[in-house]
């Protein structure tokens, strides 16, 4: 069973530009969440899908991210413009459905921003 | 707000030397915990989850324990495979899952 995609592994930008992250996530899971994982510290939710609908964007820095899911299957994370402390590895991973399942994480993206 | 301290922050074992790692939480209304390893440069990786005080899970050389405050995961017999962070999570009510920072295991041949 394949798991969790998401490309690019890595990503360098100048500040201010934008970035766009891409999740595919295990085959019939309806959960998706993105982390955003700094160096020395464990993964931090940024938000969660359930199928469509983002339950918990509490985390989430409006003002420059946003992200999407549509169809409920692949999710893209946007930043818009980055700023030096975007720097981190952005996490995507999922989960067979709602309350208390192991969620399943993919390799991440480095992102840089210079 | 949920809170995990992991300890401690890295530990060095020598091949075959049996130790604890610790897992420190508050949470209000634990619906489970989660220990997970993550090796450089990938996602972590599901190992456990125990739901209630007194459960226990094993796993090769691995043994994870649950109090009401405190999770342990030991390491039976280490080997240098066994190198990576570890990393352990924990869901109240809220459903959300809180990481701690993990704890670095290094295991010399």
């Known amino acids: ?33 993105w982390y955003r994982q700094n160096l020395g510290q464990g993964p931090e939710l940024l938000i969660r899908y359930e199928n469509e609908e983002a339950v918990d964007d509490s985390q989430l820095p409006k003002d420059r991210f946003s992200a999407e899911r549509l169809k409920g299957v692949d999710s893209t994370l946007k930043i818009q413009p980055a700023e030096l402390g975007d720097s981190a ?26 | 707000e949920d809170q995990v301290t992991q300890s401690p922050e890295a530990l060095r074992l020598q091949e075959g030397e049996s130790s604890s790692l610790n897992c420190s939480y508050t949470v209000s209304g634990l619906r489970g915990l989660f220990w997970y390893r993550q090796d450089p440069g990938k996602g972590p990786e599901f190992l456990f989850t125990l739901y209630s005080a007194g459960e226990e899970k094993e796993k090769e050389r691995l043994k994870a324990t649950l109090t ?42």
């Open chain 1, 1 to 33: 069973e394949a798991g969790v995609v998401q490309s690019p592994r890595y990503k360098i930008i100048e500040k201010k530009q934008p970035v766009a992250f891409w999740c595919n996530p295990i085959s019939g899971h309806n959960t998706l969440y």
């Open chain 1, 89 to 114: 590895v952005y996490l995507c991973a999922s989960s067979g459905g709602q309350g208390i399942h192991e969620q399943f994480f993919g390799p991440g993206t480095r992102l840089t921003v210079l």
């Open chain 2, 68 to 109: 009401k405050k405190e999770s342990f995961l030991h390491i039976t017999a280490p080997k240098p495979e066994d190198s990576a962070t570890y990393l352990c999570a924990v869901t109240g009510s809220n459903y959300k899952l809180t990481f701690g920072k993990g704890t670095l295991l290094t295991v010399n041949p």
